[in-house]
């Protein structure tokens, strides 16, 4: 049944590959093979790809080690292992000239080590090389129901985590010991992959939107950002709420309602069939109208779902067309050097006129 989906994947995949007349697709371990092979695994120094065509059956590369791993989550049948002792770029070049690919057309997945590109380079240096993300971004941007249900249930292990954290923050709670104290709770509800250290940035450090967790303590009128976000059966959580210390300033009151109204309006302007810039401009407009333009750094948001970040991003740029099935982060913050920073993040969904949000904790300004 899984491997049924893994396989209609793949013919979805063939339909673009002829649209964009490409001969094949090759992935290498991450994402992109998972969602079209079944097989997930980290990026190694070994070769190990998956080349699937466009008009005939597709091969596994693989170390031998790895044979009956790759053999086991897979619907792919020609599995070809190569030995340790072997040169990889033997059987690719074996591989390539059974298809017919050697002088085609093929795009690969850029996530690719440059060394294994390189090594497609020498096999085939008449080939056309194009990036495959062309290919596969668009499907993997629309999600099944499926799979937004699975994107519901990691929200909510989010939402749960960063409430109990927000419980144990405090004057005198350290940056780095909350830092610890995010993973081990998300460890608790039995996750163990984490797509990115969790952000813990408190009082001046605020101001740096990927600040890592240090030594400082919490002091009475700190705002803390807290970002985290942790990867269940596969697909990515990412929230954030940003928090003050026993007390919150004006001016800071004022900065925080800007955030959140702007994340409002960006997440009330999301509706199927418009351009993902729309959003951006949401968020950005109102924040630059209350005069902090120069501070809001980053995009409003990004893609989420077997990565971290994908497609689609919520940017100026990008004239993309949300469809229903999309889910995305929306998290406009402003970040005051020497001062502090505010960012509201939560995930949300594209469904037909409205977006709904996965992330349920509130919004509200939290002093605790
Ligand atoms: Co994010
Ligand atoms: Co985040």
Redesign the pocket.
Known sequence: MKMELFRRRYANCREVMAQRELDCVVVFPGANMYYLTGFMEEPLERLLVAVLPRSSEPIFIVPELYEKQVGASTWITDIRAWKDDEDPSKILNEVLQSLSLVGGRIALDTKMWAKFFLMFLSVAPKAVYSDASEVIDGLRAVKSRKEIKVMEESASIADRVIKKIIDACGVGSREKEIASLIELEFRKLGIESMPFRPIVASGPNGAFPHHKPGDRRFKRGDSVVL?L?AAYKGYCS?I?RTIFIERCGSKEKAVYEVVRQAQQLAFESIVEGVEARRVDRAARTHIADRGYGEKFVHRT??G?GLD??EAPYIWEGNTQILKTGMTF?V?PGIYLPDGFGVRI?D?VVVEGKKARRLNKVSRELTVI
Do not use: A, K
Request: glycine residues 16%.
């Open positions: 970002d976000g990412d954030t948001g990004h989420i971290i970040h982060s998290e993040e995930i």
